[in-house]
């Protein structure tokens, strides 16, 4: 189901999309070697808090955290535990949050300590491919061109483009119609329409895009074991153009 927001919904969205990108400011500056992930995960749960807001991601379909964590070769959904972070590791933090029914998603991806150019360079990508799909979330474009231009910057590196999780809709509830994939064909999919609310996601790979879920039901990593890259924001589709609503 797609909902289609107000300007009254898109204000509730972007108080909590602000809490949101408090919580990745704050995660980003507090990692470091010796970080447990779990110290980051209390950390993440006092700003919701803070923030007059609610989580979305702790006991959603069972997740047991505010955030997921993923460390190197994990692509999403790590669970935060007593584990340190190290120096040349590289942390994907997703976080949301909920204010008076409404939903804010977001992640980003960064370096802990000093890591190899080709990690640096991931994450560069990754990022690019986020805004330039961003930028295209217009009225009347379609979905199909939005995944094309993602998998293209992939493509330009070499890079896996992860089919197994996607980007999505969002509104009332964390997730809604429609799949906003990394790939697809140009001309193809579903128009974007006013007043939709939807979470761009490239999920972008060193080697190949095949993934597999560990025994916890949570963590998907990659086949291959190489680095992945995430980032997310969510995006409110508007005549004025696309406005990201998990800035702060």
């Given at each position: 189901?797609?909902?289609?927001?107000?300007?009254?919904?898109?204000?509730?969205?972007?108080?909590?999309?602000?809490?949101?990108?408090?919580?990745?400011?704050?995660?980003?500056?507090?990692?470091?070697?010796?970080?447990?992930?779990?110290?980051?995960?209390?950390?993440?749960?006092?700003?919701?808090?803070?923030?007059?807001?609610?989580?979305?991601?702790?006991?959603?379909?069972?997740?047991?955290?505010?955030?997921?964590?993923?460390?190197?070769?994990?692509?999403?959904?790590?669970?935060?535990?007593?584990?340190?972070?190290?120096?040349?590791?590289?942390?994907?933090?997703?976080?949301?949050?909920?204010?008076?029914?409404?939903?804010?998603?977001?992640?980003?991806?960064?370096?802990?300590?000093?890591?190899?150019?080709?990690?640096?360079?991931?994450?560069?990508?990754?990022?690019?491919?986020?805004?330039?799909?961003?930028?295209?979330?217009?009225?009347?474009?379609?979905?199909?061109?939005?995944?094309?231009?993602?998998?293209?910057?992939?493509?330009?590196?070499?890079?896996?483009?992860?089919?197994?999780?996607?980007?999505?809709?969002?509104?009332?509830?964390?997730?809604?119609?429609?799949?906003?994939?990394?790939?697809?064909?140009?001309?193809?999919?579903?128009?974007?329409?006013?007043?939709?609310?939807?979470?761009?996601?490239?999920?972008?790979?060193?080697?190949?895009?095949?993934?597999?879920?560990?025994?916890?039901?949570?963590?998907v990593v990659t086949a291959d074991g190489a680095l992945s890259a995430h980032w997310?924001?969510?995006?409110?589709?508007?005549?004025?153009?696309?406005?990201?609503?998990?800035?702060?």
């Amino acid at each position: 189901m797609i909902t289609i927001k107000k300007p009254e919904d898109f204000a509730r969205m972007r108080r909590a999309g602000r809490v949101v990108a408090r919580i990745l400011e704050a995660l980003r500056e507090k990692s470091a070697p010796g970080v447990s992930l779990i110290e980051l995960d209390r950390l993440a749960a006092t700003i919701i808090k803070d923030g007059g807001c609610t989580p979305n991601f702790l006991n959603y379909h069972g997740f047991p955290a505010h955030t997921c964590l993923s460390v190197n070769e994990e692509i999403v959904h790590g669970i935060p535990s007593e584990r340190t972070l190290k120096d040349g590791d590289i942390l994907s933090v997703d976080a949301g949050a909920v204010f008076e029914g409404w939903h804010a998603d977001a992640a980003l991806t960064f370096p802990i300590g000093e890591v190899a150019d080709e990690a640096e360079e991931l994450i560069a990508v990754t990022e690019r491919a986020m805004w330039v799909a961003i930028e295209m979330s217009t009225v009347g474009a379609r979905l199909g061109d939005i995944g094309h231009a993602i998998s293209a910057v992939a493509d330009l590196s070499g890079y896996g483009v992860v089919r197994s999780h996607t980007g999505h809709g969002i509104g009332l509830q964390m997730h809604e119609d429609p799949q906003v994939l990394n790939y697809g064909r140009p001309g193809k999919g579903m128009r974007l329409r006013d007043g939709m609310a939807i979470c761009i996601e490239p999920m972008f790979n060193l080697g190949t895009h095949e993934t597999r879920t560990l025994d916890d039901g949570w963590t998907v990593v990659t086949a291959d074991g190489a680095l992945s890259a995430h980032w997310e924001h969510t995006v409110a589709v508007t005549h004025d153009g696309p406005e990201v609503l998990t800035v702060p």
